[in-house]
Structures are given as structure tokens and as C-alpha cells.
């Protein structure tokens, strides 16, 4: 799994203007990304999600997360997050195991 990793670290970087992850992660643009596995959307403290986030009533785990990244506006129709997904399913599976190393603090 480590090259997954790796390769999740680097197409994180499309992401990096607006999330940050690991140890000290704070609120940008987008809500910080730790223990994203298992969290309720919409929960991080101190972040003022969209209504459309806020309320889609989704969990993030494996399957939510590839289902939404895919295509963010049409997984969660509203969101305020700019972003128009990214397409290559190695590349979503490689992000996932990226993302998936930070448990909650
Ligand atoms: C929300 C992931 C790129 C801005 C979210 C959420 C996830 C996510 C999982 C939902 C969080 C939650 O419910 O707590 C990602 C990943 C990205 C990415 C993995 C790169 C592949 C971006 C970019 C921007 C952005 C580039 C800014 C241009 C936002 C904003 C929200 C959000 C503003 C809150 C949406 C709302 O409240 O409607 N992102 N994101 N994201 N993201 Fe991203």
C-alpha cells in the first residue's frame, strides 16, 4: 500500500488550497480532513458548511467518499466546494488511501 499512499499524497495537492490534513490541521476554504472515515458530513466545529453539506445526512467512509469525489456536485447537489471532481478511479482509490491515515484527533 505505501506507493498508494504516496501517489494519494501527491493528487492531494489539487486539494491543498482549500483542506489541510494530519496533525494540526486547520479550517481553510474547506473544513479540515481528519478522521474523515467514519465522520458525519457536515460535523467539523467551527467550519460554516453550505446547508447542501450540512444536511445531506451522508457518513464519509470508502464508498461515500469515491461516490462524491467522482463528482461532488452531483453526490451533494448545492455544495459550495469548487471543485470538479477527479475522474480516474486509481487515482481515487490512491487519494482514499491517503486520506484514510488520519484518524480523528
Ligand atoms: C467539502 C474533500 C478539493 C472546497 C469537502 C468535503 C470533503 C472534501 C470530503 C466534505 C467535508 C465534510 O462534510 O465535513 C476534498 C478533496 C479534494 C477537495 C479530497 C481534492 C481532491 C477542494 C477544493 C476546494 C474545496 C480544491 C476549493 C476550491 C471545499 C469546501 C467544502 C468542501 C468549500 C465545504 C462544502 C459545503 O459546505 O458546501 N471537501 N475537497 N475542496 N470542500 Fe473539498
Given at each position: 500500500f505505501a506507493q498508494d499512499v504516496a501517489a494519494g499524497k501527491s493528487s492531494f495537492n489539487k486539494c491543498l488550497a482549500c483542506h489541510a490534513v494530519g496533525e494540526g490541521a486547520k479550517n481553510k476554504v474547506g473544513p479540515e480532513l481528519?478522521?474523515?472515515?467514519?465522520r458525519k458530513s457536515?460535523?467539523?466545529?467551527g467550519y460554516s458548511y453550505s446547508d447542501a453539506n450540512k444536511n445531506s445526512g451522508l457518513t464519509w467512509d470508502e464508498a461515500t467518499f469515491k461516490d462524491y469525489i467522482k463528482d461532488p456536485k452531483a453526490k451533494?447537489?448545492?455544495?459550495?466546494?469548487a471543485f470538479a471532481g477527479i475522474k480516474k478511479e486509481t487515482e481515487i482509490n490512491d487519494l482514499w488511501a491517503f486520506l484514510a491515515q488520519y484518524t480523528a484527533d
Open positions: 481528519n478522521g474523515l472515515n467514519g457536515g460535523s467539523v466545529a451533494i447537489p448545492g455544495t459550495k466546494m
